[in-house]
T-cell receptor, first 115, second 113 residues
Framework: GNSVTQMEGPVTLSEEAFLTINCTYT??????LFWYVQYPGEGLQLLLK?????DKGSNKGFEATYRKETTSFHLEKGSVQVSDSAVYFC??????????????FGKGTLLTVNP | ETGVTQTPRHLVMGMTNKKSLKCEQH?????MYWYKQSAKKPLELMFV???????ENNSVPSRFSPECPNSSHLFLHLHTLQPEDSALYLC????????????FGSGTRLTVV
């Protein structure tokens, strides 16, 4: 079956530091990949996505590149801010056609950015 | 506002109470989901509705009873809950072809006392 593995948190950084949160996946086909962010007290919000190999998703200074050869979708940001403190979830959807609606989520990585 | 509205945002209930959580979306989505998020545990998919038909029920205790009267509304009816049911309950919606991702509501923070 499908699975998503994220790096264990928590991750604590100083403001303006470089961020990487690793995500690798297992899928039998050609999945779409997503990063969601959950700010304190809120639901999950779609941060970025990529639908095929070598695509780069980007939003709000965050980027992730779909690497089929390493089955990875690592999240990066060049300079984090205190407002980026949140839990980040990597997820995949396998495009097997029909009514295939399920997303498979990783366990989430808590990021804390200190001023 | 994400397009998926959950009410109430916070709920405290006793173990003998009956209450309902409500979720509403007007995004034209035709699949809806209930998730449970507990501290230090992964997201747990509880129920999936596709075109108002329940298509997945992941071994959820019968004290949780979902209802999907139409494609825009989803309820979670609660009765005789246990303290361990205290959690954030998240509703989400999507197109049946889920490759576009989900839209989540802000959740209901449930405390069972």
């Amino acid at each position: 079956g499908n699975s998503v593995t994220q790096m264990e948190g928590p991750v604590t950084l100083s403001e303006e530091a470089f961020l990487t949160i690793n995500c690798t996946y297992t899928a039998t086909g050609y999945p779409s990949l997503f990063w969601y962010v959950q700010y304190p007290g809120e639901g999950l919000q779609l941060l970025l996505k990529a639908t095929k190999a070598d695509d780069k998703g980007s939003n709000k200074g965050f980027e992730a590149t779909y690497r089929k050869e390493t089955t990875s979708f690592h999240l990066e940001k060049g300079s984090v801010q205190v407002s980026d403190s949140a839990v980040y979830f990597c997820a995949l959807h396998e495009n097997s056609g029909g009514s295939n609606y399920k997303l498979t989520f990783g366990k989430g990585t808590l990021l804390t950015v200190n001023p | 506002e994400t397009g998926v509205t959950q009410t109430p945002r916070h709920l405290v209930m006793g173990m003998t109470n009956k209450k309902s959580l409500k979720c509403e979306q007007h995004l034209g989505h035709n699949a809806m989901y209930w998730y449970k998020q507990s501290a230090k545990k992964p997201l747990e998919l509880m129920f999936v509705y596709s075109l108002e038909e329940r298509v997945e029920n992941n071994s959820v205790p019968s004290r949780f009873s979902p209802e999907c009267p139409n494609s825009s509304h989803l309820f979670l009816h609660l009765h005789t809950l246990q303290p361990e049911d205290s959690a954030l309950y998240l509703c989400a919606s999507s197109h049946r072809q889920g490759g576009y991702g989900y839209t989540f509501g802000s959740g209901t923070r449930l405390t069972v006392v």
